[in-house]
């Protein structure tokens, strides 16, 4: 690599030099000067990459044992992927949660629908909605399964009559309560 710098910059400077015969002789001159200078770059260059490459590789060398002397020899190699994930004994790796629902009794007096859904879902449909189910005057209690703690919940209670406005409830997760649970009254 440094003769090819060498080669290049000689090239370089022959071809940029000479122009009459006057500055022949000065641009010669110039130009052994510019490669005796280039050359004693390079070498120099060359002692001081030696130098820290030698110098890198004691450091690595040294690293290494280090390495090597703080972990334990029974530890597995560490995998990739899934392979790699260090989880609790403890932990099930289940995020549902259940959610129990209730309408009371004297919520609605005729018959009526209900449509549990995501609080944030623009509309109503089976893809964001986890309960669709008639309800009366005896009231309805289900059980829920929502698939995370975050889920926010909004119920609207829909008559079969065209002419009442539908009743909103919302919920939310409580961390405080060992058993979720939403009475709608």
Same mark, same amino acid.
Not at 98 to 107: I, L, N, Y
Not at 113 to 124: E, F
């Given at each position: 690599m440094n003769k090819l710098i060498v080669t290049l910059?000689?090239?370089?400077?022959?071809?940029?030099?000479?122009?009459?015969?006057?500055?022949?002789?000065?641009?010669q001159s110039t130009s052994n000067t510019a490669?005796?200078?280039?050359?004693?770059?390079t070498q120099t260059q060359s002692s001081n990459q030696a130098q820290q490459d030698?110098?890198?590789?004691q450091q690595a060398s040294?690293? /290494? %044992? +280090?390495? *090597? /002397? %703080? +972990?334990? *020899? /029974? %530890?597995?190699p560490v995998g990739e992927g899934m392979e790699a994930v260090v989880v609790d004994g403890g932990f099930d790796f289940q995020t549902d949660v259940?959610?129990?629902?209730?309408?009371?009794?004297?919520?609605v007096n005729g018959r009526a629908?209900?449509?549990?859904?995501?609080?944030?879902?623009?509309?109503?449909n089976d893809d964001t909605?986890?309960?669709?189910?008639?309800?009366?005057?005896?009231?309805?209690?289900?059980?829920?399964?929502?698939?995370h703690s975050e889920q926010k919940l909004k119920a609207e209670i829909w008559y079969y009559?065209?002419?009442?406005?539908?009743?909103v409830y919302t919920w939310e997760f409580d961390g405080t309560q060992q058993q979720q649970a939403w009475t709608i009254n």
């Open positions: 910059m000689t090239l370089l400077l022959t071809a940029c030099g000479g122009g009459g015969s006057e500055g022949s002789s000065n641009s490669q005796a200078s280039v050359t004693n770059t030698n110098a890198t590789e040294s690293t /290494e %044992e +280090q390495v *090597a /002397e %703080e +972990q334990p *020899a /029974e %530890e597995a259940p959610v129990t629902v209730s309408v009371a009794p004297d919520v629908y209900i449509n549990v859904c995501q609080q944030d879902a623009a509309l109503t909605c986890f309960l669709r189910a008639p309800v009366d005057s005896n009231g309805l209690t289900v059980q829920l399964e929502l698939p009559s065209t002419g009442v406005e539908p009743l």
